[in-house]
């Protein structure tokens, strides 16, 4: 069973940059699809992007295409999300979410529960005006 525990959080300004980190445990983190997923207070959770296992594969929602990048190193059991150019509308609890065996970063986005399997706790980011 993969735990996931997410890092780097925070408090920042419009314009600027963070990136979170989600270090996952157990033997299979390297064979499944990966996600971040966030939500704001008072909205729908939403996800934000997804990879691949391989890394092969990325996909974004689009509010956050160019200025976030997911990626991965499995030799670390990591997934990271650099997140660039932070707006308010940004603002939101961030969880790192492991798909569940088998389910592709394509499946992931689709947000049906049965592909997202293991969630992490959340780091909360804010972005200021």
């Known amino acids: 069973q993969v735990q996931l525990v997410e890092s780097g959080g925070g408090l920042v300004q419009t314009g600027d940059s963070l990136r979170l980190s989600c270090v996952g445990s157990g033997r299979t983190f390297s064979r499944l699809s990966m996600g971040w997923f966030r939500q704001a207070p008072g909205k729908d959770r939403e996800f934000v992007a997804t990879i691949s296992y391989h890394s092969a594969n990325t996909y974004y929602i689009d509010s956050v295409k160019g200025r976030f990048t997911i990626s991965r190193d499995n030799a670390k059991n990591t997934v990271y999300l650099q997140m660039n150019s932070l707006k308010p509308d940004d603002t939101a609890n961030y969880y790192c979410?492991?798909?569940?065996?088998?389910?592709?970063?394509?499946?992931?986005?689709?947000?049906?529960?049965?592909?997202?399997?293991?969630w992490g706790q959340g780091t909360l980011v804010t972005v200021s005006p």
């Open positions: 979410v492991a798909g569940a065996l088998g389910v592709t970063a394509q499946e992931m986005t689709s947000m049906d529960d049965r592909y997202l399997d293991i």
